[in-house]
């Protein structure tokens, strides 16, 4: 610190330093005379000039002088310069030069006019006032000091005690007790307390004390007292009264001392009053707040202990000891705890309203410890009442309820009452959370609490109020709802089992949108029964309880048990419906019981189960597949069972529920549908099963109540009620469209997002979960809203296909009711515009009415598909078809019969009860028979309703197919756009779409060819069945079964076929004029060659079963099962197809047994009703006309054909190989499918013409196959030997060797082709005359207008197959050999396909008409399109094959074969390029005959390259009962295939069974040619069988 006195001013004292220093000194006074700063100063100077003396730089005298002038200047100088005297007296009195010291007494002497003496005595040292002569000796004055300290500081004034001056306490006393209810005041007497005092010599804390006694004996005095108090505390010090009290809280705090509720009221009065402080208050109570911090921690461990114990498994010889501890326990806990005096405070601080203090003492403590005990809770829920007093009497107290009202404290510092709900904010709601589950001491309060909610609520939800206002009430509603949460939820499972407060309280949460309510339950679940240990004992208890009823729940017991449940879920619900929910989880057996046992619930109850079931669901921790992962887990199928049948029972609110499934469908998941479609089910009545009976779909196609009576399996009744809550909730919130597009989008979902990795089983389960709960929950909602609901609801078709992207069959199904309700209304408008009652009015009304509703639908439906598609069907025909239903097709006449006659039955059943009592049975026949009324009526309304369809249809039919294209396209776009995806759609549709194109046909729409329909119904159907989930399957087999039953019936009886086919367009077959003039004449099919069309069918369906029980893959042999069990009554009829399927089917359970049990179950079942058909199968030449087997093999040839055995040519040709698009179309299927299905198909052609022997040889032929497989596993030269000798079966007989070889079916086909080639390279002479005959033959044929009958068939086959020279066949058969050698690349298909019938049925000239008539096509693309694929389909399979199997030939013989091949090859060309000049000339000559016929064989000529040509020789080739003989050359060629042509031929023979395959059997006068041919192969041969031999090995 700087110097404030320099040295310049010492030495130039006299001159001017004394100035300097007195002016400083003034200047340092007057301007920081209030500051330290200044203070600090002015003693640094003071202390710099007493230095400069005691260094001898200044004189004492001169230092004193002017001292003397400056110690005016502040009061405080003397104390300022004794200060400074006292640093200088410490320093020097250390120093050793004697001088120093000197200087400084002699400066202080000097000075001592300026400081007092006492001053100087207090500060300086005892020998320095010595020396200074201030007092006599030093040791003296020290004692004296001890001695007055001693006095001042530890000895304690003795006042006279109450023994001594007894009298003044007296009269104190008196003073304070007498009466003061006059005019008496605290002054006065406080005047006359202090007279006592000085009177009688009173201790003042004695008197304060009795003055605090007395008041604790006269609380009622608090006017008087407390300001007496307040003035006496002038006299005392601050905290006397805060120690007197303490002391006396102290006196109490004994073990066995117990404080008085009067002092505690005393000192919470002085707190409120803010005599005392709580801070100097809180310290001289007991407990310690470590104390109580560790009671709590201990409260919590005992409450856990206790849940351990409850939990545990005790075995009974345990028990007893368990018992005893716990005895001796609860005596040490009933041993008194020692008492609180802190929560006395707070109780008494509570009851006078002093909510300020109450509230710290709670903070300083752990949450909720005080109100865990009792007095506090109560005392705090008193001070609640009186709070919210004025509030509830003006909106809280309900209609007609007097209540008592409650008196508002005294006391003015108490609360401020609450006159609005913003009042409760500030401190009652404050007060509630400090209450917390203690809420539950005072019911009634929490009454109060809940009906003020109530009434808040009604305001918050009434609109009109202000934005500040609404800003408000949401933080009020906020604050309501964390009441709720802390305080009422937790007070309530405190309670015992307050069914009314249960109830109360729903009133208010009713309130509340059920998102919020399901968060309170969800907290008050998981979260507030841990938050302290009073609600951890209670789970614990519930739990226990719970478990205790479960044990004990049964059918019979259902209603005591029920009570007991009704008890314990008032206060615990969601504890409760949680382990509830486990056990049924666990044991389905459970649901029936527990429904009916909940009863006894309160609606908050009933919403807390809905919660609680949402939970259940939800829980992630859950599989929802079982460990197989092929099936949906049972505690699922459990909680979803026990969904339906309790939503169904009890009102609970299914909003939730609804929406947790359109959030889990949002998610794309679709376990959840398994719940909304029990919901559905129990709810409204409306069962989806795949189980379904005729007589059920029957009724199901009436009105609504028929489907009622006669369409479920249960009687469901009394669904009015729920069905109108489901309804309601759906409408209520918006769920009803959004969950239909919502499963209509994800059943596409399940596939390609779900599915991913799950088994193809399981996702077939989910696809059928979705798609059934989407048909029931659509249905539920046609039948249930309203016609405006749904219109309003359901957008327009095009919208909901292509902004929704809802598929076309799910968005018709949603629309349909719609068009259903509007066309009615409309209807119903126009009757009552005019009241015209004429039946041809009320049809015009209809059509127009129609024509109205559906015009916005055609235009609607065009862009739903590509603009070529309405080429060939109409817009008008596609949404017609959509939007009709069963019920507008045919009314169930035999349903409503048999419901009626129940209905009769049942009346006379109560008739003759004698029973029941009257008035019972007169209400029940009162119901039968108003049954049978409506039932009658609606009979009558749904047959006009049928009629006016029909009538509508008949005017519509001419516009439905415009088949631009060909039939053949427009039967195409039918069955794929309508028939097939609605068939599959519910079992209601399937049988719907059997009737419409029954109803088609009826109607004798132009352009629908039925024929076509049916064939391409049943030809193919393994692809339809492989791709169809389990339930599709079973509605695709009713599907088939009702197709089936409309094609038996008509192949019943010929008078039927006559009526109902006989002359129809559907019917109508192209027969192809022979002679030039061209013209082709439409005929009808004849009833014999319908029959074997109709065995065609079956022998496909057959062969398409087979195919699918042969795979080994799950889903084709389970669907084909099904679909087989469901067309069981029409199929099979014939018995040889029965008896193949039978062995099939027995194979499979054999070997399913133990592998795939379901699939075992399903073909047993099968396998049994398969067998109990058997009586009624019959043989095949029952089921159509068959010829005996005639003496050469043409007759067995001609049998086999079961499309086309007595058919002309042509016809055989339209109408037997119906199924094919275009062959083009069929190559790239099967070029897609060659290489994965490659093996199935070799199976299956192996296997086929195993089912399908004959009637007759059957027996024979079987034996035949056992011996030749024995043989050729023996050896192949001897097999040779041995097959020329014996009477060979057939090749399809051959092929059913083990080790399944397929050669002899290519061999045929191929050879086929070959023959055909040659035939065409013919001298044209021969042809040409050949044809002149023929062509007159038809000619004649034309006139009579007959269909050629078998036998001129036959007899025209056999001339040819002798005219036929044997030079073409031996070329054919080396062609044939070598080419096979090679790998079968170039095999002409042409001719293959223009061949539709085998060589020996139809004759050259007619071949070369047909040859012609290809040729003569104006499109050249067709033939040769249809060649180059199959080629390369060929090419591509044998190239494929090749690289696995080739036989190990050595180079040198490849190379020779490959030679002989390239001679060939070229030969071939240059006699193609020669034949192709003869046809053009003949080409040019045939446009002139016939310019008429060219568009018509076009089309012709189309059908056959689209197939139709083929399926004769397909299914004779594969036909069940085949030639008994076989040719020995293709024996021979059997041997002389390779091995890797064999592979790569398995396809092939598929292709070609669809073109050529094996169609060619010889004759028996082949035999001589075969000798001739085998010596000329002789040398040409060897080759081959080494070739042979080497592939054998190989294979």
Same mark, same amino acid.
């Given at each position: 610190?700087?110097?404030?006195?320099?040295?310049?001013?010492?030495?130039?004292?006299?001159?001017?330093?004394?100035?300097?220093?007195?002016?400083?000194?003034?200047?340092?006074?007057?301007?920081?005379?209030?500051?330290?700063?200044?203070?600090?100063?002015?003693?640094?100077?003071?202390?710099?000039?007493?230095?400069?003396?005691?260094?001898?730089?200044?004189?004492?005298?001169?230092?004193?002088?002017?001292?003397?002038?400056?110690?005016?200047?502040?009061?405080?100088?003397?104390?300022?310069?004794?200060?400074?005297?006292?640093?200088?007296?410490?320093?020097?009195?250390?120093?050793?030069?004697?001088?120093?010291?000197?200087?400084?007494?002699?400066?202080?002497?000097?000075?001592?006019?300026?400081?007092?003496?006492?001053?100087?005595?207090?500060?300086?040292?005892?020998?320095?006032?010595?020396?200074?002569?201030?007092?006599?000796?030093?040791?003296?004055?020290?004692?004296?000091?001890?001695?007055?300290?001693?006095?001042?500081?530890?000895?304690?004034?003795?006042?006279?005690? &109450?023994?001594?001056?007894?009298?003044?306490?007296?009269?104190?006393?008196?003073?304070?007790?007498?009466?003061?209810?006059?005019?008496?005041?605290?002054?006065?007497?406080?005047?006359?307390?202090?007279? &006592?005092?000085?009177?009688?010599?009173?201790?003042?804390?004695?008197?304060?004390?009795?003055?605090?006694?007395?008041?604790?004996?006269?609380?009622?005095?608090?006017?008087?007292?407390?300001?007496?108090?307040?003035?006496?505390?002038?006299?005392?010090?601050?905290?006397? &009264?805060?120690?007197?009290?303490?002391?006396?809280?102290?006196?109490?705090?004994?073990?066995?001392?117990?404080?008085?509720?009067?002092?505690?009221?005393?000192?919470?009065?002085?707190?409120?009053?803010?005599?005392?402080?709580?801070?100097?208050?809180?310290?001289?109570?007991?407990?310690?707040?470590?104390?109580?911090?560790?009671?709590?921690?201990?409260?919590?461990?005992?409450?856990?202990?206790?849940?351990?114990?409850?939990?545990?498994?005790?075995?009974?010889?345990?028990?007893?000891?368990?018992?005893?501890?716990?005895?001796?326990?609860?005596?040490?806990?009933?041993?008194?705890?020692?008492?609180?005096?802190?929560?006395?405070?707070?109780?008494?601080?509570?009851?006078?309203?002093?909510?300020?203090?109450?509230?710290?003492?709670?903070?300083?403590?752990?949450?909720?410890?005080?109100?865990?005990?009792?007095?506090?809770?109560?005392?705090?829920?008193?001070?609640?009442?009186?709070?919210?007093?004025?509030?509830?009497?003006?909106?809280?107290?309900?209609?007609?309820?007097?209540?008592?009202?409650?008196?508002?404290?005294?006391?003015?510092?108490?609360?401020?009452?609450?006159?609005?709900?913003?009042?409760?904010?500030?401190?009652?709601?404050?007060?509630?959370?400090?209450?917390?589950?203690?809420?539950?001491?005072?019911?009634?309060?929490?009454?109060?609490?809940?009906?003020?909610?109530?009434?808040?609520?009604?305001?918050?939800?009434?609109?009109?109020?202000?934005?500040?206002?609404?800003?408000?009430?949401?933080?009020?509603?906020?604050?309501?709802?964390?009441?709720?949460?802390?305080?009422? %939820?937790?007070? !309530?499972?405190?309670?015992?089992?307050?069914?009314?407060?249960?109830?109360?309280?729903?009133?208010?949460?009713?309130?509340?949108?059920?998102?919020?309510?399901?968060?309170?339950?969800?907290?008050?679940?998981?979260?507030?029964?841990?938050?302290?240990?009073?609600?951890?004992?209670?789970?614990?208890?519930?739990?226990?309880?719970?478990?205790?009823?479960?044990?004990?729940?049964?059918?019979?017991?259902?209603?005591?048990?029920?009570?007991?449940?009704?008890?314990?879920?008032?206060?615990?619900?969601?504890?409760?419906?949680?382990?509830?929910?486990?056990?049924?989880?666990?044991?389905?057996?459970?649901?029936?019981?527990?429904?009916?046992?909940?009863?006894?619930?309160?609606?908050?109850?009933?919403?807390?189960?809905?919660?609680?079931?949402?939970?259940?669901?939800?829980?992630?921790?859950?599989?929802?597949?079982?460990?197989?992962?092929?099936?949906?887990?049972?505690? %699922?199928?459990?909680?979803?069972?026990?969904?339906?049948?309790?939503?169904?029972?009890?009102?609970?609110?299914?909003?939730?529920?609804?929406?947790?499934?359109?959030?889990?469908?949002?998610?794309?998941?679709?376990?959840?549908?398994?719940?909304?479609?029990?919901?559905?089910?129990?709810?409204?009545?409306?069962?989806?099963?795949?189980?379904?009976?005729?007589?059920?779909?029957?009724?199901?196609?009436?009105?609504?109540?028929?489907?009622?009576?006669?369409?479920?399996?249960?009687?469901?009744?009394?669904?009015?009620?729920?069905?109108?809550?489901?309804?309601?909730?759906?409408?209520?919130?918006?769920?009803?469209?959004?969950?239909?597009?919502?499963?209509?989008?994800?059943?596409?979902?399940?596939?390609?997002?779900?599915?991913?990795?799950?088994?193809?089983?399981?996702?077939?389960?989910?696809?059928?979960?979705?798609?059934?709960?989407?048909? +029931?929950?659509?249905?539920?909602?046609?039948?249930? %809203?309203?016609?405006?609901?749904?219109?309003?609801?359901?957008?327009?078709?095009?919208?909901?296909?292509?902004?929704?992207?809802?598929?076309?069959?799910?968005?018709?199904?949603?629309?349909?009711?719609?068009?259903?309700?509007?066309?009615?209304?409309?209807?119903?408008?126009?009757?009552?515009?005019?009241?015209?009652?004429?039946?041809?009015?009320?049809?015009?009304?209809?059509?127009?009415?129609?024509?109205?509703?559906?015009?916005?639908?055609?235009?609607?439906?065009?862009?739903?598909?590509?603009?070529?598609?309405?080429?060939?069907?109409?817009?008008?025909?596609?949404?017609?078809?959509?939007?009709?239903?069963?019920?507008?097709?045919?009314?169930?006449?035999?349903?409503?019969?048999?419901?009626?006659?129940?209905?009769?039955?049942?009346?006379?059943?109560?008739?003759?009860?004698?029973?029941?009592?009257?008035?019972?049975?007169?209400?029940?026949?009162?119901?039968?028979?108003?049954?049978?009324?409506?039932?009658?009526?609606?009979?009558?309304?749904?047959?006009?309703?049928?009629?006016?369809?029909?009538?509508?249809?008949?005017?519509?039919?001419?516009?439905?197919?415009?088949?631009?294209?060909?039939?053949?396209?427009?039967?195409?776009?039918?069955?794929?756009?309508?028939?097939?995806?609605?068939?599959?759609?519910?079992?209601?549709?399937?049988?719907?779409?059997?009737?419409?194109?029954?109803?088609?046909?009826? +109607?004798?729409?132009?352009?629908?060819?039925?024929?076509?329909?049916?064939?391409?119904?049943?030809?193919?159907?393994?692809?339809?069945?492989?791709?169809?989930?389990?339930?599709?399957?079973?509605?695709?087999?009713?599907?088939?079964?009702?197709? !089936?039953?409309?094609?038996?019936?008509?192949?019943?009886?010929?008078?039927?076929?006559?009526?109902?086919?006989?002359?129809?367009?559907?019917?109508?077959?192209?027969?192809?004029?022979?002679?030039?003039?061209?013209?082709?004449?439409?005929?009808?099919?004849?009833?014999?060659?319908?029959?074997?069309?109709?065995?065609?069918?079956?022998?496909?369906?057959?062969?398409?079963?087979?195919?699918?029980?042969?795979?080994?893959?799950?889903?084709?042999?389970?669907?084909?099962?099904?679909?087989?069990?469901?067309?069981?009554?029409?199929?099979?009829?014939?018995?040889?197809?029965?008896?193949?399927?039978?062995?099939?089917?027995?194979?499979?359970?054999?070997?399913?047994?133990?592998?795939?049990?379901? &699939?075992?179950?399903?073909?047993?079942?099968?396998?049994?009703?398969?067998?109990?058909?058997?009586?009624?199968?019959?043989?095949?030449?029952?089921?159509?006309?068959?010829?005996?087997?005639?003496?050469?093999?043409?007759?067995?040839?001609?049998?086999?054909?079961?499309?086309?055995?007595?058919?002309?040519?042509?016809?055989?040709?339209?109408?037997?190989?119906?199924?094919?698009?275009?062959?083009?179309?069929?190559?790239?299927?099967?070029?897609?499918?060659?290489?994965?299905?490659?093996?199935?198909?070799?199976?299956?052609?192996?296997?086929?013409?195993?089912?399908?022997?004959?009637?007759?040889?059957?027996?024979?032929?079987?034996?035949?196959?056992?011996?030749?497989?024995?043989?050729?596993?023996?050896?192949?030269?001897?097999?040779?030997?041995?097959?020329?000798?014996?009477?060979?079966?057939?090749?399809?007989?051959?092929?059913?060797?083990?080790?399944?070889?397929?050669?002899?079916?290519?061999?045929?086909?191929?050879?086929?082709?070959?023959?055909?080639?040659?035939?065409?390279?013919?001298?044209?002479?021969?042809?040409?005359?050949?044809?002149?005959?023929?062509?007159?033959?038809?000619?004649?044929?034309?006139?009579? #207008?007959?269909?050629?009958?078998?036998?001129?068939?036959?007899?025209?086959?056999?001339?040819?197959?002798?005219?036929?020279?044997?030079?073409?066949?031996?070329?054919?058969?080396?062609? #044939?050999?070598?080419?096979?050698?090679?790998?079968?690349?170039?095999?002409?298909?042409?001719?293959?396909?223009?061949?539709?019938?085998?060589?020996?049925?139809?004759?050259?000239?007619?071949?070369?008409?047909?040859?012609?008539?290809?040729?003569?096509?104006?499109?050249?693309?067709?033939?040769?399109?249809?060649?180059?694929?199959?080629?390369?389909?060929?090419?591509?399979?044998?190239?494929?094959?090749?690289?696995?199997?080739?036989?190990?030939?050595?180079?040198?013989?490849?190379?020779?074969?490959?030679?002989?091949?390239?001679?060939?090859?070229?030969?071939?060309?240059?006699?193609?390029?020669?034949?192709?000049?003869?046809?053009?000339?003949?080409?040019?000559?045939?446009?002139?005959?016939?310019?008429?016929?060219?568009?018509?064989?076009?089309?012709?000529?189309?059908?056959?390259?689209?197939?139709?040509?083929?399926?004769?020789?397909?299914?004779?080739?594969?036909?069940?009962?085949?030639?008994?003989?076989?040719?020995?050359?293709?024996?021979?060629?059997?041997?002389?295939?390779?091995?890797?042509?064999?592979?790569?031929?398995?396809?092939?023979?598929? #292709?070609?069974?669809?073109?050529?395959?094996?169609?060619?059997?010889?004759?028996?006068?082949?035999?001589?040619?075969?000798?001739?041919?085998?010596?000329?192969?002789?040398?040409?041969?060897?080759?081959?069988? #080494?070739?042979?031999?080497?592939?054998?090995?190989?294979?």
């Amino acid at each position: 610190m700087a110097a404030l006195l320099p040295a310049e001013w010492i030495k130039n004292w006299e001159k001017g330093g004394k100035n300097e220093f007195v002016q400083l000194c003034r200047t340092l006074s007057e301007n920081k005379s209030h500051d330290s700063m200044g203070f600090r100063d002015i003693q640094q100077a003071l202390y710099e000039l007493a230095y400069h003396v005691v260094r001898g730089n200044l004189k004492h005298d001169q230092a004193s002088n002017v001292l003397g002038d400056v110690i005016e200047f502040r009061e405080d100088m003397p104390s300022i310069l004794a200060d400074v005297f006292c640093i200088l007296d410490i320093e020097t009195s250390c120093l050793e030069e004697k001088n120093k010291r000197d200087y400084f007494t002699q400066l202080v002497l000097a000075c001592l006019y300026l400081v007092s003496d006492t001053v100087l005595k207090e500060r300086l040292d005892p020998e320095t006032l010595e020396s200074l002569g201030l007092i006599k000796q030093s040791q003296q004055f020290n004692q004296k000091s001890v001695k007055i300290k001693t006095k001042l500081f530890y000895k304690q004034q003795k006042f006279n005690l &109450l023994r001594e001056e007894n009298e003044g306490y007296a009269k104190l006393i008196a003073e304070l007790g007498q009466d003061l209810s006059g005019n008496i005041t605290s002054d006065l007497i406080l005047e006359n307390i202090k007279s &006592l005092i000085g009177c009688f010599n009173l201790d003042p804390n004695r008197v304060l004390d009795i003055i605090l006694e007395v008041y604790e004996c006269r609380p009622e005095y608090d006017d008087f007292f407390v300001p007496l108090i307040e003035s006496y505390m002038y006299m005392c010090e601050p905290q006397t &009264l805060c120690h007197i009290l303490g002391f006396k809280f102290k006196f109490y705090q004994d073990p066995s001392g117990e404080t008085p509720s009067s002092l505690y009221r005393v000192a919470a009065v002085l707190l409120q009053h803010n005599l005392i402080d709580l801070e100097d208050l809180y310290v001289h109570l007991l407990p310690g707040d470590n104390a109580i911090i560790e009671e709590h921690k201990r409260e919590i461990v005992e409450a856990k202990q206790i849940v351990r114990k409850l939990t545990m498994v005790v075995l009974s010889s345990e028990k007893t000891e368990e018992k005893e501890k716990e005895k001796e326990k609860e005596e040490e806990k009933t041993e008194k705890p020692p008492d609180n005096q802190k929560l006395g405070l707070l109780e008494a601080l509570l009851k006078i309203g002093d909510w300020q203090h109450a509230q710290s003492i709670m903070d300083q403590m752990p949450p909720f410890y005080a109100t865990s005990h009792k007095p506090i809770a109560v005392a705090l829920c008193q001070l609640v009442h009186v709070t919210i007093e004025p509030l509830y009497r003006r909106v809280g107290v309900p209609k007609g309820a007097k209540g008592s009202p409650i008196s508002s404290l005294p006391n003015k510092r108490a609360p401020k009452q609450a006159d609005s709900f913003e009042d409760l904010r500030k401190e009652v709601f404050n007060m509630l959370c400090y209450l917390g589950p203690h809420l539950s001491h005072d019911p009634i309060l929490f009454a109060k609490v809940v009906r003020l909610g109530k009434a808040f609520m009604k305001e918050f939800q009434s609109d009109g109020s202000k934005q500040e206002d609404k800003d408000k009430m949401e933080l009020l509603f906020s604050c309501l709802l964390s009441i709720t949460d802390q305080v009422l %939820l937790p007070s !309530l499972s405190l309670m015992d089992c307050n069914a009314c407060m249960s109830e109360e309280l729903w009133g208010m949460f009713k309130t509340f949108p059920y998102q919020y309510r399901y968060r309170l339950y969800g907290q008050w679940k998981n979260e507030t029964y841990n938050s302290h240990p009073l609600l951890v004992k209670v789970k614990a208890q519930t739990i226990d309880r719970a478990k205790y009823i479960m044990k004990r729940l049964t059918k019979e017991n259902v209603k005591p048990s029920g009570r007991q449940i009704g008890k314990l879920s008032h206060s615990n619900p969601t504890i409760l419906f949680d382990y509830i929910l486990s056990q049924i989880q666990k044991y389905d057996n459970l649901i029936t019981p527990v429904v009916d046992s909940l009863k006894y619930l309160t609606s908050l109850n009933y919403d807390v189960l809905a919660y609680c079931i949402i939970e259940a669901l939800a829980n992630p921790e859950k599989e929802r597949m079982k460990h197989d992962d092929t099936t949906i887990s049972s505690w %699922l199928q459990s909680l979803a069972s026990f969904c339906g049948a309790v939503f169904r029972k009890y009102p609970i609110e299914l909003a939730g529920l609804l929406q947790y499934v359109a959030n889990q469908l949002k998610a794309g998941k679709s376990f959840d549908l398994l719940i909304l479609k029990e919901v559905v089910q129990k709810m409204a009545g409306i069962e989806i099963t795949e189980e379904m009976t005729m007589e059920q779909l029957e009724a199901m196609t009436g009105g609504e109540q028929l489907k009622a009576e006669g369409g479920y399996f249960g009687q469901i009744r009394n669904t009015k009620k729920s069905s109108q809550r489901l309804k309601d909730a759906l409408l209520d919130h918006d769920l009803a469209l959004p969950l239909c597009l919502l499963m209509a989008q994800q059943r596409n979902g399940v596939i390609f997002q779900e599915g991913g990795e799950k088994h193809l089983k399981l996702v077939g389960k989910l696809y059928d979960q979705c798609h059934d709960t989407l048909v +029931q929950f659509g249905g539920f909602l046609a039948s249930n %809203l309203s016609t405006e609901d749904y219109i309003k609801r359901v957008p327009s078709i095009d919208v909901l296909c292509n902004e929704f992207h809802t598929p076309h069959d799910a968005a018709f199904f949603l629309s349909r009711p719609m068009y259903a309700h509007h066309i009615s209304s409309k209807y119903d408008e126009l009757k009552k515009a005019e009241k015209g009652n004429k039946q041809q009015h009320k049809v015009h009304k209809y059509i127009t009415s129609c024509e109205l509703v559906m015009a916005p639908v055609h235009d609607a439906v065009i862009s739903l598909h590509l603009p070529k598609v309405w080429d060939d069907i109409s817009p008008q025909f596609y949404a017609t078809f959509w939007s009709l239903t069963m019920y507008d097709l045919a009314v169930p006449h035999s349903s409503y019969d048999r419901e009626v006659n129940k209905l009769k039955v049942q009346m006379k059943a109560i008739d003759d009860n004698q029973e029941m009592p009257p008035n019972k049975k007169k209400k029940e026949k009162e119901r039968c028979t108003a049954l049978q009324d409506k039932l009658l009526e609606e009979e009558k309304k749904q047959l006009e309703h049928v009629q006016r369809v029909l009538q509508r249809l008949k005017l519509e039919k001419d516009n439905w197919l415009l088949a631009k294209s060909t039939k053949n396209e427009t039967i195409t776009k039918f069955l794929q756009l309508c028939i097939f995806p609605r068939c599959i759609f519910s079992a209601i549709d399937a049988v719907y779409c059997a009737h419409f194109v029954e109803l088609v046909h009826q +109607q004798k729409t132009p352009n629908f060819s039925t024929l076509l329909c049916y064939d391409r119904v049943f030809s193919d159907i393994i692809y339809t069945v492989a791709s169809c989930t389990e339930n599709e399957a079973s509605r695709y087999g009713r599907f088939l079964c009702c197709m !089936l039953e409309t094609v038996t019936r008509w192949h019943s009886d010929r008078v039927i076929y006559e009526k109902e086919c006989g002359n129809y367009p559907g019917f109508l077959t192209i027969l192809r004029a022979t002679g030039f003039d061209g013209g082709n004449k439409a005929d009808q099919l004849d009833y014999e060659n319908f029959r074997h069309v109709v065995h065609k069918w079956h022998y496909k369906l057959t062969k398409a079963s087979v195919h699918c029980l042969e795979t080994g893959e799950y889903t084709h042999i389970r669907n084909i099962l099904i679909v087989l069990t469901k067309i069981l009554p029409w199929y099979p009829k014939v018995l040889n197809l029965g008896q193949a399927l039978e062995r099939r089917v027995h194979k499979i359970c054999q070997e399913e047994k133990e592998k795939r049990p379901d &699939l075992y179950a399903l073909a047993m079942g099968y396998s049994g009703q398969l067998k109990s058909r058997k009586p009624f199968m019959i043989p095949e030449n029952e089921f159509h006309h068959k010829d005996p087997p005639a003496r050469n093999a043409v007759a067995a040839t001609v049998q086999n054909g079961p499309g086309g055995a007595g058919m002309p040519t042509s016809l055989t040709i339209n109408t037997v190989r119906l199924e094919e698009s275009t062959t083009e179309e069929t190559a790239e299927k099967l070029k897609e499918k060659s290489q994965g299905v490659v093996k199935v198909i070799n199976k299956v052609v192996n296997a086929t013409p195993k089912v399908t022997t004959s009637n007759g040889n059957s027996a024979s032929n079987s034996k035949i196959v056992k011996e030749k497989d024995e043989k050729e596993k023996s050896g192949k030269e001897k097999d040779k030997e041995k097959k020329d000798k014996t009477p060979a079966a057939t090749p399809e007989m051959k092929a059913l060797g083990k080790d399944g070889k397929d050669k002899p079916k290519e061999e045929r086909a191929n050879k086929d082709e070959k023959a055909r080639e040659i035939k065409e390279k013919t001298p044209k002479s021969d042809k040409e005359k050949e044809k002149v005959k023929k062509e007159e033959k038809a000619s004649k044929e034309e006139k009579s #207008k007959t269909v050629v009958t078998i036998v001129e068939s036959k007899s025209t086959a056999e001339k040819e197959r002798e005219k036929e020279p044997s030079r073409e066949r031996d070329v054919a058969k080396e062609m #044939k050999s070598k080419e096979n050698a090679k790998g079968g690349e170039k095999i002409p298909v042409a001719g293959s396909l223009k061949s539709p019938v085998p060589r020996s049925e139809i004759s050259e000239s007619e071949r070369e008409q047909k040859r012609r008539k290809v040729d003569t096509h104006s499109s050249p693309s067709h033939s040769s399109t249809v060649k180059d694929n199959l080629n390369e389909l060929k090419d591509s399979s044998a190239k494929h094959y090749i690289n696995h199997t080739t036989p190990a030939l050595s180079k040198s013989k490849e190379r020779e074969v490959d030679k002989k091949d390239l001679d060939k090859s070229r030969e071939r060309s240059r006699e193609r390029e020669k034949k192709d000049e003869k046809d053009r000339k003949e080409r040019k000559r045939d446009h002139s005959n016939s310019d008429r016929e060219v568009p018509q064989d076009s089309t012709k000529r189309r059908k056959e390259e689209n197939g139709t040509t083929g399926s004769s020789k397909h299914s004779k080739s594969e036909s069940p009962s085949d030639s008994p003989r076989l040719n020995e050359k293709e024996k021979e060629k059997n041997k002389s295939k390779s091995s890797g042509k064999e592979k790569g031929d398995s396809i092939k023979a598929e #292709k070609m069974e669809k073109s050529s395959s094996g169609s060619k059997k010889e004759s028996r006068h082949d035999k001589e040619k075969t000798e001739k041919k085998e010596k000329r192969e002789s040398t040409g041969g060897k080759e081959e069988k #080494k070739h042979h031999k080497s592939s054998d090995k190989h294979r």
